[in-house]
């Protein structure tokens, strides 16, 4: 399912996701070649190649609107944003 009201702040080597909802992945595609340092805590993991950033939960953790989420250092220009979270019925 995916995530609404999500917004992607970058700027001065931080990036932050604003959302609505519970994520348990985020994509993010980039252009630039820059070094890319996860915030997040043990539970989530980030990988990265090739313009497209892949983020999620080993455990579906949980994660706040709002946080940062990696720091960059280097170029750094989202092109895109998707979330996803799972469809509670």
């Given at each position: 399912m995916s995530i609404s009201?999500?917004?992607?702040y970058h700027?001065?080597?931080i990036v932050r996701l604003e959302f609505?909802?519970?994520p348990i992945v985020i994509e993010i595609n980039y252009n630039g070649d820059g070094s890319l340092y996860k915030h997040l805590g043990r539970k989530w993991i980030m990988q990265s190649?090739?313009?497209?950033i892949i983020i999620?939960?080993?455990t579906n953790a949980t994660l706040e609107s709002g946080?940062?989420?990696?720091n960059y250092r280097g170029e750094f220009k989202p092109i895109g944003c998707k979330v996803f979270g799972l469809d509670k019925k």
């Open positions: 009201n999500v917004k992607l700027g001065n080597g609505s909802g519970d190649n090739r313009g497209k999620f939960s080993k946080n940062v989420i990696f």
